[in-house]
C-alpha cells in the first residue's frame, strides 16, 4: 500500500525565517516517485520538483531545497528566507512506476507573517 | 502561467441544473485526470482518461459524467448535484501511462451547489 504523510497540519513563520516542511512516505515498490505541489490560495496546484527512488541526490533551486533519504523513507522540503509569497498550501505526493495513480499526503499549510 | 486551462473559474449552480467544467491542455499529453478537492484537504482522484479512453472510474456518482472529445479537451458535466458536490474541481494532465510523469493542474473550477 501507499502511503503519504505530512504530520504538520500548520505552520506559521516570520518573513525571512526558513521553515523544513516534513513529508514521509510508504511504499513497497522498488521503483517509484516522489513530488511536492504548492497550492496559493487561488486554486491552482503548481509542481515543484520529481524526484526518482533511484536518484538520492538532494536539490537546491533558488531558495527551494530537497533532502530525500530512503533509509528513513522520508523527502523533506525546506525554503531558506521565506517570503510572503511563500504562504500556500503545500503537498507532498508519491506514485508508483506504473498506473496514474498519485498518492497524496494531507499537506502543509504554511503561513509567512510579514 | 499554466498549460492546463479550466473553465468556468466560477460555477454556482441549482441542484436541478444541468452544467459543465471544461479543460484544455497545450502540452501534447495524452493522459487526463479530473480531481474533486474539499476544503483542507488533499485532491481526491475522480476520472482518468488515457488516450481520449476512460481508464479510472473512481466511483463516481453518476450525477458527474466526464467526456473526451479529443487528446486535449475534457469536460465534466453536472447533473442533479447535491450542496455535497461544492468543491474545487481541479483538471490535470501528463504524459499516458506511468507513474513516473508529472501531473500538471489547471487552476480549478469552484462549484458550488445551491
Known amino acids: 500500500a501507499q502511503k503519504v504523510t505530512q504530520a504538520q497540519t500548520e505552520i506559521s513563520v516570520v518573513e525571512k525565517e526558513d521553515v523544513t516542511l516534513d513529508c514521509v512516505y510508504e511504499?513497497?515498490?522498488?521503483?517509484?516517485?516522489l513530488f511536492w505541489y504548492k497550492q496559493p490560495p487561488s486554486g491552482e496546484l503548481v509542481f515543484l520538483i520529481r524526484?526518482?527512488?533511484?536518484?538520492?541526490q538532494n536539490e537546491i533551486s533558488g531558495r527551494y531545497s530537497w533532502n530525500f533519504q530512503k533509509s528513513t523513507s522520508s523527502f523533506n522540503f525546506t525554503i531558506t528566507a521565506s517570503q510572503v509569497v511563500d504562504s500556500a498550501v503545500y503537498f507532498c505526493?508519491?506514485?508508483?512506476?506504473?498506473?496514474?495513480?498519485?498518492?497524496f499526503g494531507t499537506g502543509t499549510s504554511l503561513t509567512v507573517i510579514p | 502561467d499554466t498549460e492546463v486551462t479550466q473553465t468556468p473559474k466560477h460555477l454556482v449552480m441549482g441542484m436541478t441544473n444541468k452544467k459543465s467544467l471544461k479543460c484544455e491542455q497545450h502540452?501534447?499529453?495524452?493522459?487526463m485526470y479530473w480531481y474533486k478537492q474539499k476544503a483542507k484537504k488533499p485532491p481526491e482522484l475522480m476520472f482518468v482518461?488515457?488516450?481520449?479512453?476512460?481508464?479510472i472510474n473512481e466511483s463516481v456518482p453518476s450525477r458527474f459524467s466526464p467526456e473526451c472529445p479529443n487528446s486535449s479537451l475534457l469536460n465534466l458535466h453536472l447533473h442533479a448535484l447535491q450542496p455535497e458536490d461544492s468543491a474545487l474541481y481541479l483538471c490535470?494532465?501528463?504524459?499516458?501511462?506511468?507513474?513516473?510523469?508529472?501531473?500538471?493542474f489547471g487552476e480549478g473550477s469552484w462549484l458550488t451547489v445551491v
Open positions: 502540452m501534447g499529453h495524452r493522459a
Open positions: 482518461y488515457s488516450y481520449e479512453k476512460l481508464s
Open positions: 505526493a508519491l506514485s508508483a512506476n506504473t498506473g496514474n495513480q498519485f498518492y
Open positions: 490535470a494532465s501528463s504524459q499516458a501511462g506511468e507513474g513516473r510523469n508529472t501531473i500538471y
Open positions: 511504499t513497497r515498490d522498488t521503483t517509484y516517485y
Open positions: 524526484r526518482n527512488s533511484f536518484d538520492e
